[in-house]
């Protein structure tokens, strides 16, 4: 027997279920009886644990008879409920007996009615479905929370569910877990560190404070997973931000969620107190989208995924030297290292790059404390430059396929023309029309991305004052850490040494966040030599 998630009537209380069902087996010498209750699932989940269990113990043998009160009862989906009632349960001669809806497997002329009584309690469950998610699309788009259960770190305010608090003490382990992933731990690592602390995963949390639970709790409710990790990394709730439509299902039958793609969320910003600020966030999801995999220590090294091989353009990949000390371990290009005929080496040691990135980050800031205006004036100015070439260049290839497109209208009107008139065959016409059709529903898409990529340029501007602000931070930088670099540095380019001179001389190029390149000859801080 089950229980429709929101149906509190008498007549369809487990109780009352018990006691009809009780009454009908003692009546007619259904003795004993065992019950199978799986209570507050709906009849739309054939899943419910309680109802795979009898039906295994019907495949067993053990069970010969089932009787349910009506048939919606078994099941809201008219095909499974079909199948168990019109072949397995014949298959292995299981007495079937829906109480209310007069269904009897022993009867023929009971089951007459049976299918169309299936059907109606699918079509009831699929309305049903229907009305709900209404309710929630329009609840998802007012802006309120979806959810039934508060984020990890958050509950739900007692006096308005449809607020979200701060709950300290889980907002804390939230709060650790994005300062280790910008210290350079990995997800997995990050999991054993809180598996090791004894820190309770976030569904044995919530069950000890009395919060809703959406999980099954594991035997060892302190075993943290990378992808529980992952998952509280990666939610913008943290921001203060609601964040709706982030999955849906296929339809009711289905369980499964499945991802909508980022253009599809609704996000309401600041619509809850923040646990994490934004810089935090933003260096967060930089280095999730630069991840590299970490060590076997479970660290990600410092510059892993923001060095580029000036050449080839791919990432540089970390080598860590087992048996020698920390000054040999080495980036080397990852295209180099899958076939040395790609591209070449661009060896640079971790060390090196430590060492002027910490030289030139120190001159930077150094400079736009004691500069700040003539800093904000060459940034701006530099920025227009390069952007104005960037738009000149764009503007001129979007014209050129605005033209190219109009040209097409014109030959495809003139084959038209001559197809009418005999000059054409109709063969020649259809081959003709179908090739331009073909490159202008390619250049419809290309003319559609170019015009969406200058307005977005257009609107952008550089945002010295966020740089501005990542400075003021720090009063003076002793040491490197990874927070540090993911703070100031969007990537680092790493060009081929040059032995020409007898020595050693490589040459590295650092693009800083908000403000990007920072032009050498303004001051001498963009450009970093090793040797």
């Not at 296929?250 to 969320?265: A, F, L, P």
């Not at 646990?275 to 076997?296: C, E």
């Not at 001389?505 to 800083?512: A, N, P, S, T, V």
């Amino acid at each position: 027997m089950s229980q429709d998630n929101g149906n509190v009537g008498d007549s369809d209380s487990i109780i009352n279920q018990k006691k009809i069902l009780a009454e009908y087996a003692e009546r007619n010498g259904y003795t004993p009886y065992q019950f199978y209750i799986d209570d507050g699932f709906s009849g739309t989940n054939f899943e419910r644990p309680q109802f795979k269990q009898m039906i295994e113990d019907a495949k067993k043998g053990t069970v010969k008879r089932i009787i349910c009160k009506d048939l919606s009862r078994f099941g809201r989906d008219y095909i499974k409920v079909g199948l168990y009632t019109e072949f397995i349960f014949p298959d292995k001669d299981i007495h079937f007996i829906a109480v209310n809806d007069d269904v009897d497997s022993n009867v023929q002329k009971d089951n007459d009615l049976a299918p169309f009584k299936n059907l109606f309690n699918e079509w009831y469950a699929r309305d049903t479905s229907k009305k709900i998610k209404a309710v929630k699309k329009a609840k998802g788009l007012a802006g309120e929370h979806m959810g039934c259960v508060a984020p990890y770190g958050y509950r739900k305010n007692p006096d308005n569910p449809k607020e979200w608090l701060i709950d300290e003490e889980s907002a804390e382990v939230v709060r650790e877990i994005f300062r280790l992933c910008v210290d350079g731990y990995g997800p997995r690592r990050i999991a054993n560190i809180l598996t090791e602390r004894k820190i309770l995963i976030p569904s044995a949390y919530a069950l000890e404070k009395g919060y809703a639970v959406r999980n099954n709790i594991p035997k060892n409710p302190c075993q943290w997973s990378s992808t529980v990790v992952v998952d509280v990394l990666e939610r913008m709730d943290y921001l203060g931000h609601t964040v709706n439509f982030k999955t849906h299902r296929k339809s009711y039958k289905q369980k499964k969620k499945i991802e909508n793609d980022k253009s599809e969320w609704k996000i309401f910003e600041n619509t809850h107190e923040p646990i994490i600020d934004k810089s935090t966030f933003d260096i967060v999801q930089k280095i999730r989208a630069n991840r590299k995999r970490p060590t076997k220590m479970g660290e990600m090294p410092m510059f892993s995924g923001i060095l580029y091989c000036a050449d080839c353009g791919k990432k540089l990949s970390f080598h860590r030297r087992a048996n020698d000390p920390d000054t040999k371990h080495n980036f080397v290009c990852s295209n180099y290292r899958s076939d040395t005929h790609n591209c070449s080496m661009h060896y640079i040691r971790n060390v090196v790059v430590e060492q002027l990135v910490l030289e030139n980050l120190r001159e930077v800031v150094s400079y736009v404390k004691a500069y700040e205006d003539e800093f904000v004036q060459m940034v701006m100015d530099a920025d227009i430059k390069q952007k104005s070439k960037e738009l000149a260049k764009k503007k001129r290839v979007l014209s050129d396929k605005e033209k190219r497109y109009t040209q097409l209208d014109g030959l495809f009107q003139r084959i038209y023309e001559d197809n009418v008139s005999g000059k054409l065959s109709d063969e020649r016409f259809v081959k003709l029309s179908q090739g331009y059709e073909a490159e202008q529903k390619d250049l419809q898409s290309e003319i559609e991305a170019l015009r969406m990529e200058l307005s977005q340029e257009e609107q952008q501007s550089v945002n010295v004052k966020s740089f501005l602000s990542t400075v003021k931070k720090y009063t003076e930088i002793p040491e490197l850490t990874s927070e540090i670099v993911h703070e100031f540095i969007d990537r680092i380019i790493v060009h081929e040494a040059d032995k020409s001179s007898g020595k050693r001389i490589q040459e590295i190029e650092i693009i800083y966040n908000h403000i990007g390149v920072f032009d050498r000859s303004k001051v001498n801080v963009y450009m970093g030599k090793a040797v």
